[in-house]
């Protein structure tokens, strides 16, 4: 069965720190991941994903993550925290193409920043 | 291009009683989702419909809540009674079906906030 794994449930670092946020999978096929954030009071907004290709994505706001197939790994990274990062991080997988595949999600990861 | 529209924002009830939540996804996305997230955990899909029909509902409690899309674009959720661990955020999001292939990226409203007391 499908199954997402956030490793840290809140993370704290300091502005202008890397951020680094963890995220396992577990798939029979080749999966569909996506990172999504959600800021205080608002719904999620895709920060990026991966479907085939590149195994390395970038998206907003300076975030990628690199698809590793070897450690079923899908890292979610930023070399320079800012303020505004400060957030909700959800990984989620869903099991390839074909519609109404269904999107399973992590339990989300509480991302601080400090001055 | 406007976003998913949700309302409302917020709603205080008190058990028993009932509530509805509106959505009108994004135009021209096909699939809707509602979605319930307790503080602290990930989203939990309740209801999945591809036009007007339902796909996944699976999850969703069908004594108290229901919901439907009779005109494949806005959507209702409704619960009917409602109960204190129902106190949640209730999202909505829609995606769209390029040909044959849904690359399953959602598009989310700003929620529902329902609190039960």
């Known amino acids: 069965a499908q199954s997402v794994t956030q490793l840290g449930s809140h993370v704290s670092v300091s502005e202008g720190a890397l951020v680094l946020l963890r995220c396992n999978y577990s798939s029979s096929v080749p999966p569909y991941l996506f990172w999504y954030v959600q800021y205080p009071n608002q719904g999620l907004q895709l920060l990026l994903k991966?479907?085939?290709?590149a195994t390395l994505v970038k998206g907003i706001n300076g975030f990628e993550a690199e698809f590793k197939k070897s450690e079923t790994s899908f890292h979610l990274t930023k070399p320079s925290a800012h303020m505004s990062d400060a957030a909700e991080y959800f990984c989620a997988s869903r099991a390839g193409a074909g519609n109404n595949r269904k999107l399973i999600w992590g339990l989300g990861t509480s991302l601080a920043v400090n001055p | 291009e406007a976003g998913v529209a949700q309302s409302p924002r917020y709603k205080i009830i008190e058990k028993r009683q009932s509530v509805a939540f509106w959505c009108n996804p994004i135009s021209g996305h096909a699939t809707l989702y509602w979605y319930q997230q307790i503080l602290g955990q990930g989203p939990k899909l309740l209801i999945q419909?591809?036009?007007?029909?339902?796909?996944?509902d699976s999850q969703l409690p069908k004594d108290r809540f229901s919901a439907e899309r009779l005109k494949g674009v806005d959507s209702t959720l409704k619960i009917q009674p409602a109960k204190l661990e129902d106190s949640a955020v209730y999202l909505c999001a829609s995606s769209f079906v390029a040909g044959a292939v849904d690359t399953g990226e959602l598009f989310f409203g700003e929620g529902s906030r329902l609190t039960v007391l």
């Open positions: 419909f591809q036009n007007n029909g339902v796909v996944d």
């Open positions: 991966y479907t085939t290709g």
